[in-house]
């Protein structure tokens, strides 16, 4: 069965970086799109990345645009996202997700999520 | 952006009742909307895609429709299980945006 296990998380100060690992399973990970998606405490959701399947194209929410980097290793199985210059609006928890078939914006599987708190 | 309209916020109903969701966009976006429920400390699943299809393993209580700018989010005869938050979300056009989440509670 499909598995996503997020890793990474934990307190950081403002200005610091972080990094947010994914390890797929259960199914073939190169051939997917996938996607980070993050969910402030108590609040709703919000998408962040998503990378294709090769890596040739990623794309990011204006919020976090030249602050984060997505990433994956196939080989590995594994999505990265790099957070750097984190703010205490980056507080949440962050989901890893794999996209839908050829909707870069539909997630059918999530990983249970990993909390990044960004606090001096 | 595409902004989204979830209503009601908070939604008080018992079991075996029937409830609507209903989502609202800034602007059209043909049938590219997704529905997820969301229970405490769990991750969103995937409920209903491409405004009506069922995602595989969801029970029929739950059914969508709607297109364009309106849609809704029905559940028949609702169970115990049922109750927990539920998001509507936009996937025509980046950035993907979500509403701001129904709360379903027992009455």
């Given at each position: 069965q499909v598995q996503l296990v997020e890793s990474g998380g934990g307190l950081v100060k403002p200005g610091?970086?972080?990094?947010?690992?994914?390890?797929?399973?259960?199914?073939?990970?190169?051939?997917?799109?996938?996607?980070?998606?993050?969910?402030?405490?108590?609040?709703?959701l919000e998408w962040v990345s998503y990378i294709s399947s090769s890596s040739s194209y990623t794309n990011?929410?204006?919020?976090?645009?030249?602050?984060?980097?997505?990433?994956?290793?196939?080989?590995?199985?594994?999505?990265?996202?790099?957070?750097?210059?984190?703010?205490?609006?980056?507080?949440?928890?962050?989901?890893?997700?794999?996209?839908?078939?050829?909707y870069e914006g539909l997630f059918d599987y999530w990983g249970q999520g990993t909390l990044v708190t960004v606090s001096s | 952006v595409i902004w989204m309209t979830q209503s009601p916020s908070l939604l008080s109903a018992s079991t075996g009742d029937r409830v609507i969701i209903s989502c609202r966009m800034s602007q059209g976006i043909s049938s590219y909307l997704a529905w997820y429920q969301?229970?405490?400390?769990?991750?969103?699943?995937?409920?209903?895609?491409?405004?009506?299809t069922l995602q595989s393993g969801v029970p029929s209580r739950f059914s969508g429709s709607g297109s364009g700018t309106d849609f809704t989010l029905t559940i028949s005869c609702l169970q115990s299980e049922d109750f927990a938050t539920y998001y509507c979300q936009q996937y025509y056009s980046f950035p993907y945006t979500f509403g701001q989440g129904t709360k379903l509670e027992i009455k």
């Open positions: 610091g970086s972080l990094r947010l690992s994914c390890a797929a399973s259960g199914f073939t990970f190169s051939d997917y799109y996938m996607s980070w998606i993050r969910q402030a405490p108590g609040k709703g990011y929410a204006d919020s976090v645009k030249g602050r984060f980097t997505i990433s994956r290793d196939n080989a590995k199985n594994s999505l990265y996202l790099q957070m750097n210059s984190l703010r205490a609006e980056d507080t949440a928890v962050y989901y890893c997700a794999r996209v839908l078939g050829d | 969301q229970k405490p400390g769990k991750a969103p699943e995937l409920l209903i895609y491409a405004a009506s």
